[in-house]
Nanobody
Framework: QVQLVESGGGLVQPGGSLRLSCVAS????????MIWFRQAPGEERELVAT????????NYGDFVKGRFTISRDNGKNTVYLQMNSLKAEDAAVYYC??????????????WGQGTQVTVSS
């Protein structure tokens, strides 16, 4: 079964940390770049971080400002997002995505259920 399963979200205080995981199955994970997106209620989906298939190159949204780190373990078919110094504005549902994976009639169409991140004191 082709799927992405995100986990690791939760409630954290401002300044705290979370590590999100996304486990992929049903496709050759090591061949695909991966992206973390987030979406807050009433907001557009926002790109958080990208990583190439080998993990050599990464990129981040401007708002990250050195607080987040994306990584991957191809042996475990998993991409991670380490989030430090969390702010209230980081609260959102976080999703991973394989933008070049052809699925359901197009590329980048495979989405998991997401994982909720809440930042509040």
């Amino acid at each position: 079964q082709v799927q992405l399963v995100e986990s690791g979200g939760g409630l954290v205080q401002p300044g705290g940390s979370l590590r999100l995981s996304c486990v992929a199955s049903g496709f050759a994970f090591s061949l695909y770049a991966m992206i973390w997106f987030r979406q807050a209620p009433g907001e557009e989906r926002e790109l958080v971080a990208t990583i190439t298939n080998t993990g050599v190159r990464t990129n981040y949204g401007d708002f990250v400002k050195g607080r987040f780190t994306i990584s991957r373990d191809n042996g475990k078919n998993t991409v991670y997002l380490q989030m430090n110094s969390l702010k209230a504005e980081d609260a959102a549902v976080y999703y991973c995505n394989a933008p070049e994976l052809y699925y359901s009639g197009g590329r980048g169409h495979l989405w998991g259920q997401g994982t909720q991140v809440t930042v509040s004191s």
